[in-house]
């Protein structure tokens, strides 16, 4: 059965909460500085941003490259350790840690001595994330601590939310579990008191993650059956199913085989409306091998002869073969050995 809580396969990043760069200029801005020259830089730093919000890094560091040359040229400090934020979040985004933080060290020390607190969290925010991945822990803490404490001086409370939550990731990554949890109730507290559902959703996934951790299912659905119930809200299908693989996975976890094919079924469904083989074939195989321990050798037949025809249409010969003789077996276990024969 498909293993989707393996440590492998869920990249870190996805649980990190890291706010978008800066738009706006702080209140430090200089305003000897021609108008001219500063609305340049702040369609640069604005390009930066969008380019950042869709992913694509490459075409943000060269706005945000072009804005710390504007910046710089005209002495704007604020704006410099802005564009250097904006340029170390594209490079923690592309996963090159270390130049992430040799470009967070620059902008922290220009925002620090700009007074610009805003982007000094922020940068204290990026460092910390980055030396996490460098499993860098000890100073990984004591940079989200310092975020932390920033934040909460210049009551940014979502600054605060981002601040807890990854605390939380520092500690899932060297095994503290409990802490972790400890530091994402926090943070949830905080998303639901600003009613920000988007870092509610991923604080609540973070929580089910830490619970399967640990071991513990039953805190596990719990805490997923709220995300399931957000998203749902918000009407993200494609994150309903990858929510609904977790439910199913940690139910079959604690053998409430009913529940898992719920949750099964409600993926395969949405695999379907949304054109995804590849979670049909998934969900197919899940709902296949929780039949075959119920011992309905007859649903977990139909549900290969089922994946088979997915296998077919997206001409995937190797995953053919492994149906057809996962097919043969249980046509043999039941005696069937005519049908057994035709795989």
């Known amino acids: 059965m498909e293993n989707i809580f393996n440590k492998n396969v869920i990249d870190d990043h996805l649980g990190t909460l890291v706010p978008s ?13 021609p108008d001219e020259l500063r609305a340049e830089a702040e369609r640069s730093v604005e390009k930066g941003v969008e380019f ?9 560091i060269q706005h945000f490259k072009y804005a710390l040359e504007m910046y710089q040229n005209i002495g704007d400090c604020s704006g410099t350790a802005r564009a250097l934020e904006g340029l170390a979040l594209c490079e923690y985004a592309s996963r090159n840690y270390r ?20 982007i000094e969290r922020q940068a204290l925010g990026t460092l910390g994330n980055a030396y996490r991945h460098l499993q860098d822990f000890e100073t990984a803490i004591r940079y989200k601590h310092e975020s932390l404490r920033v934040a909460q001086e210049i ?24 802490s972790a949890i400890t530091y994402y109730k926090q943070s949830l507290d905080i998303a639901r008191e600003l009613k920000d559902s ?19 299912y039953k805190k596990t659905i719990e805490f997923y059956e709220h995300l399931l119930e957000s998203t749902r809200e918000f009407g993200d299908q494609r994150s309903e199913m990858h929510i609904l693989k977790n439910l199913g996975s940690a139910c079959y976890a604690i053998r409430d085989y009913g529940k898992a094919i719920q949750f099964h079924q409600r993926r395969l ?3 379907r409306i949304l054109h995804d083989p590849k979670n049909e074939v998934h ?4 709902l296949g091998v929780i039949y075959d321990v119920m011992g309905d050798r007859e649903n977990a037949i139909h549900c290969l002869e089922q994946r088979l025809d997915v296998a077919r249409k997206v ?10 003789s996962r097919l043969k077996t249980l046509f043999y276990s039941i005696g069937d050995y005519a049908s057994a024969n035709q795989y």
């Open 21 to 33: 760069p800066d738009r706006s200029a702080g209140e430090q801005t200089d305003i000897s500085i």
């Open 99 to 118: 130049e992430a933080i040799k470009i967070a060290q620059q902008g922290l020390s220009i925002a620090q001595q700009a007074g610009d607190r805003r």
């Open 269 to 271: 469904s949405l695999s």
């Open 198 to 216: 988007p870092i509610e959703r991923q604080v609540l996934r973070n929580i089910g993650n830490a619970y399967h951790a640990l071991g513990n």
């Open 283 to 286: 969900a197919l195989e899940s």
């Open 315 to 324: 001409n995937d010969r190797n995953l053919e073969e492994k149906t057809m």
């Open 52 to 60: 950042y919000q869709l992913h694509e890094y490459l075409c943000g």
């Open 155 to 178: 009551h940014d409370h979502k600054g605060i939310a981002a601040a807890l939550n990854n605390l939380g990731m520092v500690y899932k990554a060297i095994g503290d579990h409990q």
